[in-house]
């Protein structure tokens, strides 16, 4: 997957979606790290020219303004260190062009790289590991065009720093094509850190893309992500694109799965380019929670749990948000008459902070 030659390309629909999730995510993160940490570093490791023919911002932009158009950025005064890296020179000097019209707190750092992610990026880890020094809380963002360039042992690196996130686009589709192809075979083990990739190559087409998703999730797992969701953007007929995310942080996932909500409001999980972003937004679908309620009640069955029990498993071990577990399936829930407080409440299928409920046999 070579990519377009030109300088700059048009934005693909698909596109849209990608960026809708690193804007809110990065709109979310910022105010919780800049709270606790004096300095905080957001990297793009594909970041590309900064713009696109139609003149809708890139990546690299979409995480600058996240800060500087944030409505708290005035609480936020933290050191905010940028680091974009691309390996074309003609998009580094685009993407120098495009941020130096932008008028910079003292507080934002922007540091613009030309060279290769696997190199530049190896490098600053490995002088960091060798000094002994701690990374500040990190995002970072791996957009590359194919799937060569972005090596699992380089992920897994980065993730043994304390507080440091990913998001990798991964075209899984594009991966599946190559499974058998001859010379495939180094770029495969560095892409899962592992050969077991092989055991997609006798598999069907649909089988294949569910395999190489779990194995890629696995293995960022293994890597060090104590939680690993993905999101998948369709592109026309196309299904396995994928979005991962990983994080040690509970609050992070719960960051990351209100952003994929918000771009899908029925089941969180995927972006069709047919749809446009901003009108999904505004659509108010109900989404259904009844697998929400089956995870609680398997998991609970009629044992006494407390609401944050139930918060916990709703964001570890099923698709949903927080923000679907009050409202959308403990009160319907309890209205039924299936399930009980044990703790008093002043008000009636409220469930503040401590509450202790159970389900009904
Ligand atoms: C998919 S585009 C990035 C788009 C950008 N993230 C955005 O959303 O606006 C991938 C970019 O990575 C660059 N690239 C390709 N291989 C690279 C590598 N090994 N290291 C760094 N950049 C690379 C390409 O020149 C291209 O600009």
């Known amino acids: 997957m070579a990519g377009p030659k030109a300088t700059m390309w048009r934005l693909e629909p698909h596109s849209r979606g990608k960026h809708h999730i690193l804007r809110r995510y990065v709109q979310a993160w910022l105010p919780i790290m800049t709270s606790s940490h004096g300095r905080v570093v957001l990297v793009d490791g594909f970041a590309g020219p900064g713009r696109y023919l139609g003149g809708e911002e890139g990546s690299p932009l979409i995480l600058l303004k996240a800060y500087l158009e944030h409505r708290y950025r005035n609480h ?29 707190p003292a507080n934002v ?74 010379g495939q075979e180094t770029a495969l083990n560095a892409l899962f850190g592992t050969n077991r990739w092989r055991e997609g190559i006798p598999l069907s087409w649909d089988q294949r893309l569910t395999f190489l998703h779990d194995l890629f999730r696995d293995q960022l797992r293994s890597s060090g992500c104590t939680y690993v969701r993905s999101f998948e953007i369709r592109s026309g007929a196309a299904r396995g694109y994928h979005l991962f995310f990983g994080t040690t942080s509970l609050r992070g996932l719960e960051k990351m799965k209100e952003a994929m909500w918000s771009l899908d409001p029925l089941t969180g999980q995927q972006f069709g380019d047919s749809t446009n972003g901003d009108q999904l937004v505004l659509f108010q679908a109900e989404p259904d929670t009844t697998p929400l309620l089956n995870a609680l009640k398997e998991q609970f069955s009629n044992h006494e749990f407390s609401i944050e029990a139930a918060e916990r498993l709703t964001l570890t071990d099923t698709p949903f948000a927080t923000g679907h577990l009050r409202n959308r399936t403990l009160a319907p829930a309890e209205r039924r008459g299936e399930l009980e407080a044990i703790t008093a409440r002043s008000r009636v299928r409220t469930y503040a902070p401590g509450t202790r409920l159970r389900f009904r046999a």
Not at 119 to 140: K, N, W
Not at 154 to 182: K, S
Request: with cysteine.
């Open 76 to 104: 936020m005064t933290s050191e905010i260190v940028y680091l974009f890296i691309d390996d074309r020179a003609d998009r580094v000097e685009h993407l120098r062009k495009e941020i130096g019209i932008l008028e910079l």
């Open 109 to 182: 750092q922007v540091d613009i790289q030309h060279g290769t992610y696997q190199d530049l990026f190896r490098r600053r880890l490995d002088a960091l590991q060798e000094s002994g020094q701690r990374l500040a809380p990190t995002f970072a963002f791996i957009d590359p065009f194919g799937y060569s360039d972005a090596p699992m042992d380089l992920t897994g690196l980065f993730l043994q720093f304390q507080r440091c996130e990913v998001l990798i686009y991964i075209p899984l589709p594009f991966v599946a094509r190559f499974l058998d192809r001859d």
